[in-house]
Antibody
Framework: EVQLVESGGVVVQPGGSRRLSCAAS????????MHWVRQAPGKGLEWVSL????????HYADSVKGRFTISRDNSKNSLYLQMNSLRAEDTALYYC???????????????WGQGTLVTVSS | QSVLTQPPSASGTPGQRVSISCSGG????????VKWYQQLPGTAPKLLIY???QRPSGVPDRFSGSKSGTSASLAISGLQSEDEGDYYC???????????FGTGTKVTVL
C-alpha cells in the first residue's frame, strides 16, 4: 500500500525558514518523480514544485521560485521542501504527491499524502 | 490567479448529469493531457481522470472526461450524494514550465 507521510508543519514567523519532509513507502521510490502541492485554508490547489526520479530536474511555481528548494534522498525514500523567506501567503496545507511517471511532466499525480500545515504568522 | 478557469459551483439532484468545464489556452490544455482530481470534504485530493478521458481502476464509469482544443470537461452522470465535493482540472503548462490547477468547482447534490 502506497503511503506518503508529511511532517514539519509548524507556526513560523514571516521571514523564517522551515523544512518539510515526506516519508514514502509501498512503492519503488526512485522510479517516480515527486511533487509538492499546497492548499491555503478554504482555497484551491496550487502546484508548488516537482523533482524527477533522480533529482536531476526540478521546477518551481513562480510564487516560490528562489525561496523554496525541493530535494530527495532515494536511499531514505524521502522527499523534502526547504522553505525560506516565508510569507503570510505561504500559509497552507502542504501535500506530498507521487507522480505516476519518472520525469514529472506529463503523468498524473496518483497518490497524495494527508498534508502538513504551515502557518506563517507573527 | 490560475490560468485554468472553472465555474465556481455546479449542482444537481440525485441521478442527474452534471458537467464541469475547464478553460485554458494553447500552452496548457491544447498542448498537454488533462487530469481531473476529486477532493471530498476534509480529505486529500484523489485522481479521477487522466490523459483527458481515462479512469484509474476503481473510479466508477459515471465519471467521464473529454477535451477539445483549449477546453476540457468532466461529466458526472447518475449523480450521487457521495459525489459532493470539489473538482479540479490540471495540466502541464509549457510557458510556465510547471503544473497548473483549475480554480476548482464545488459540486452540490440537492
Amino acid at each position: 500500500e502506497v503511503q506518503l507521510v508529511e511532517s514539519g508543519g509548524v507556526v513560523v514567523q514571516p521571514g523564517g525558514s522551515r523544512r518539510l519532509s515526506c516519508a514514502a513507502s509501498g512503492f519503488t521510490f526512485d522510479d517516480h518523480a515527486m511533487h509538492w502541492v499546497r492548499q491555503a485554508p478554504g482555497k484551491g490547489l496550487e502546484w508548488v514544485s516537482l523533482i524527477s526520479w533522480d533529482g536531476g530536474i526540478t521546477h518551481y511555481a513562480d510564487s516560490v521560485k528562489g525561496r523554496f528548494t525541493i530535494s530527495r534522498d532515494n536511499s531514505k525514500n524521502s522527499l523534502y521542501l526547504q522553505m525560506n523567506s516565508l510569507r503570510a501567503e505561504d500559509t497552507a496545507l502542504y501535500y506530498c504527491v507521487k507522480d505516476q511517471g519518472s520525469s514529472g511532466y506529463f503523468e498524473p499525480f496518483d497518490y497524495w499524502g494527508q498534508g502538513t500545515l504551515v502557518t506563517v504568522s507573527s | 490567479q490560475s490560468v485554468l478557469t472553472q465555474p465556481p459551483s455546479a449542482s444537481g439532484t440525485p441521478g442527474q448529469r452534471v458537467s464541469i468545464s475547464c478553460s485554458g489556452g494553447s500552452s496548457n490544455i491544447e498542448s498537454n493531457t488533462v487530469k481531473w482530481y476529486q477532493q471530498l470534504p476534509g480529505t486529500a485530493p484523489k485522481l479521477l481522470i487522466y490523459t483527458n478521458n481515462q479512469r484509474p481502476s476503481g473510479v466508477p464509469d459515471r465519471f467521464s472526461g473529454s477535451k477539445s482544443g483549449t477546453s476540457a470537461s468532466l461529466a458526472i452522470s447518475g449523480l450521487q450524494s457521495e459525489d459532493e465535493g470539489d473538482y479540479y482540472c490540471a495540466t502541464w503548462d509549457d510557458s510556465l514550465n510547471g503544473y497548473v490547477f483549475g480554480t476548482g468547482t464545488k459540486v452540490t447534490v440537492l
